[in-house]
């Protein structure tokens, strides 16, 4: 098996599949997020940190026009052939989500996969919350998911699964290598072992992520009002069932609502 170092957001084809697992169930939340908590009609989306389009061009086959903004430009690329493909409205652009301008009001935004803890800062989660507070309309929604620390009982840190498309098969595992929590810095391994008709191949990275308490989350809210929340949920994307946020909580997704 050939080995090598490398991101794992220069393979969209097999991100978009790893990540693939959750895409009906979030759909389907989003879409009851959207009918429930925005006020007025919802339709024009954005996703920051949108990688391959996986959720994006979704949405847009579904009538809404959509934008969205991601570092990796390979991501990006990706991301527009298949909204042009479709001949869907709007497009992805390269740029950092803590520091960005849509040009446009949209009326919904959304994040659900711990993109969020990539930014490395307080101060570029701040500039991420107030960008993503300038581009929505009032009364439109972000919502937001993530995976907090919890300070009461074990965090569940490591994790493997499978997934399959036609003859594309991609093991993954990922596992944390360090964590400083005075520095609030986690660094997680992460494989993908890929199975094609060509041969295999294994790419090992490092994620460097920004950790969060359920205070410290909470804390930062708090800094931009423009935001306010108004209910949260857990990976399981059931809108019929909010959670309440404690000291044992580790994943949640979170809706904000623009004032």
Not at 216 to 224: E, P
Request: aromatic share 12%; glycine share 8%.
């Amino acid at each position: 098996m050939k080995t090598t170092k490398a991101s794992i957001y220069d393979f969209p084809t097999y991100y978009d599949l790893v990540f693939g697992s959750d895409t009906a169930a979030e759909l389907k939340f989003l879409n009851e997020c959207f009918a429930t908590y925005v006020t007025g009609k919802t339709k024009r989306l954005f996703e920051p940190a949108c990688g391959t389009g996986r959720l994006l061009y979704r949405l847009g086959k579904q009538g809404y026009e959509v934008g969205g903004i991601d570092l990796n430009s390979k991501a990006v690329s990706f991301c527009n052939r298949r909204l042009e493909k479709y001949g869907l409205k709007g497009r992805a652009m390269v740029g950092d989500m803590s520091d960005f301008v849509a040009g446009r009001r949209y009326c919904a935004a959304f994040n659900t996969i711990n993109s969020f803890r990539h930014l490395p800062t307080e101060e570029a989660a701040m500039g991420h919350l107030q960008c993503v507070a300038n581009l929505l309309r009032p009364g439109g929604i972000y919502v937001l998911g993530l995976h907090l620390t919890p300070t009461r009982g074990e965090a569940s840190d490591e994790e493997s699964w499978s997934a399959r498309r036609g003859n594309l098969a991609i093991n993954t595992h990922m596992w944390p290598i360090e964590k400083n929590p005075r520095r609030r810095q986690e660094r997680f391994g992460i494989q993908f072992c890929v199975y094609r008709p060509t041969g295999t191949l294994k790419i090992n990275d490092v994620l460097e992520l920004r950790s969060y308490t359920a205070k410290q989350f909470s804390s930062l809210l708090a800094a931009v009002p423009q935001l306010k929340p108004v209910e949260f949920f857990d990976f399981h994307y059931d809108l019929k069932n909010p959670i309440k946020v404690d000291a044992t909580t580790e994943d949640i997704v979170v809706v904000l609502r623009r004032s």
